[in-house]
């Protein structure tokens, strides 16, 4: 149980485009979910919390305008990386917690690279 | 703001031997997860603990929440070569919102 899917799981844009992610939960329905980003051989940074039903909640020092996050599901959050630039490049993975539990369920990631 | 601080940050065994990695947090915690992660991949979970003091095993796995609440630690039994990977301790805690706070991680390597 607990299984998160990622879509896609390799993209390739030019520079300006926008590129979507999803993320979905298979087999429970999360009210929460999270967009992490990783750099090389670094750990994971949360970048937004995203709330079924509602605004998603960011960290400080992302842009909510360039990377739109919704949660229209209990099943799915989809990331949007608007006008995407080569500094943009990275691994994206998302993340679903189980109901009324901290414990956190991670998709397989994306990696995106901006030409 | 919350800190986790994982060690070691990497470690380069034996096959068949025993590994140990610890998590130290500068706040009190009530909740810690350890996670795997393979290069090009997403987390796994591996163990969760809920209370301090807990010992829960998994496998060859164990981990145990301190009894301060401000840290933790995973043993791997008897590694094996596809314990490869990076191993990330994560916390949440009272002030976090039901975040997590991950650690560096420690990256293992074991040789046949």
């Known amino acids: 149980g607990a299984v998160v899917s990622q879509h896609p799981s390799r993209v390739i844009c030019k520079s300006g485009t926008s590129v979507k992610i999803e993320c979905r939960s298979l087999?429970?329905?999360?009210?929460?979910m999270f967009w992490y980003r990783q750099f090389p051989k670094q750990s994971l940074m949360l970048m937004a919390t995203?709330?079924?039903?509602?605004?998603?909640?960011?960290e400080q020092g992302v842009e909510k305008d360039k990377f739109l996050i919704n949660h229209a599901s209990l099943t799915l959050s989809t990331l949007t990386v608007t006008s995407a630039h080569p500094e943009d490049s990275s691994f994206y993975i998302c993340?679903?917690?189980?109901?009324?539990?901290?414990?956190?369920?991670f998709g397989p990631g994306t990696r995106l690279t901006v030409t | 703001g919350q800190q986790l601080n994982q060690s070691p940050q990497s470690m380069f065994i034996q096959e068949g031997e025993d590994v140990s990695m610890n998590c130290t947090s500068s706040?009190?915690?009530?909740?810690w997860l350890w996670y795997k992660q393979d290069p090009g991949e997403g987390p796994v979970l591996l163990i969760a603990l809920y209370k301090a003091g807990e010992l829960t095993s998994n496998g060859r796995l164990t981990a145990q929440f301190g009894i301060t609440r401000k840290d933790s630690f995973l043993n791997i039994s008897a590694s094996i070569p596809s314990d490869v990977g990076i191993y990330f301790c994560a916390g949440q805690s009272r002030g976090s919102q039901g975040n997590l706070i991950f650690g560096k991680g420690t990256k293992l390597s074991v040789k046949p």
């Open positions: 087999d429970f329905q999360a009210t929460t």
């Open positions: 993340s679903a917690r189980l109901p009324y539990s901290y414990e956190q369920y």
């Open positions: 995203s709330n079924e039903g509602s605004k998603a909640t960011y």
């Open positions: 706040s009190i915690f009530n909740t």
